[in-house]
């Protein structure tokens, strides 16, 4: 059976709502909720994903948090919440790809900060559109033994802010799904220069499958 990122108390009351137009003879209007019920449902599906993961094996590798495309790469990257001399990694997401968010690396949330309020499409280079690496969005710094790891999600035009089910001080295994990004949008994945880039701009990625980048001594 297809699943959703819907909550169920919105299944609940669109089912009541059905119920109570069928009752009522709004025959019109249930055939109308119905199938905007279906469009909706499809396009927040989520799909199931069984990741075992191998400490060993994937340990110092950087799985994609998300499904889309890579649109900007930057080296040398200064950010006021996750360190110096990062590398900066832009993903654009679909609005027709599955929208889960997946943590890239088995880690604690260090900081979640939320500052809704800058959108731009997708298709645009983040610093070109908002000027500046501290936009306002949607902020998770990753603690992994000292270490940080940031991810920053900016909402399109045509899209919502994410829904993440994470708070600070909670941990979490690496391709753990942590939230869904409802229609997509930007994301930021900003690593510590150690790291090996294995990705280029215009790969499309896979979430909890893609590997983005390794410690170079795990390649």
């Given at each position: ?17 059905f119920?109570?137009f069928w009752?009522?003879?709004f025959?019109?209007?249930l ?6 019920y279906?469009?909706l449902y ?5 799909n ?7 400490p060993m094996?994937t ?7 998300a ?15 996750y360190?110096d001399?990062?590398?900066?990694i ?5 609005w027709?790809k599955?929208m ?17 309020g ?10 070109e559109v908002?000027?500046?690496?501290e936009?306002?969005g ?7 033994r ?7 999600f900016f909402?399109c035009k045509l899209?919502?802010w ?10 979490g295994g690496?391709?753990v799904?942590?939230?869904?990004f ?8 900003y690593?510590?220069k150690?790291?090996e ?10 979430a909890g499958?893609?590997i983005?980048?390794?410690i170079?001594?795990?390649?």
């Amino acid at each position: 059976m297809l699943k959703s990122y819907l909550p169920a108390k919105f299944n609940t009351l669109a089912f009541i709502l059905f119920f109570i137009f069928w009752v009522c003879g709004f025959y019109k209007i249930l055939l109308i909720s119905f199938f905007a019920y279906i469009i909706l449902y499809v396009s927040l599906r989520r799909n199931r994903n069984d990741f075992r993961d191998d400490p060993m094996i994937t340990k110092g590798v950087i799985f994609a948090p998300a499904n889309g495309k890579i649109l900007h790469i930057e080296n040398n990257v200064s950010h006021g919440m996750y360190g110096d001399q990062l590398m900066e990694i832009q993903i654009m997401v679909p609005w027709w790809k599955e929208m889960g968010i997946f943590m890239p690396l088995s880690s604690e949330i260090k900081t979640l900060m939320i500052l809704k309020g800058q959108s731009f499409f997708r298709t645009k280079i983040a610093e070109e559109v908002i000027g500046t690496k501290e936009g306002k969005g949607v902020s998770m710094a990753l603690d992994n033994r000292g270490e940080t790891v940031g991810l920053t999600f900016f909402k399109c035009k045509l899209g919502l802010w994410p829904e993440l089910m994470v708070m600070p001080g909670d941990r979490g295994g690496r391709r753990v799904n942590i939230g869904y990004f409802p229609f997509g949008g930007t994301v930021m994945l900003y690593l510590p220069k150690k790291y090996e880039i294995l990705v280029k701009t215009n790969d499309e990625v896979t979430a909890g499958e893609t590997i983005m980048a390794v410690i170079p001594d795990h390649a």
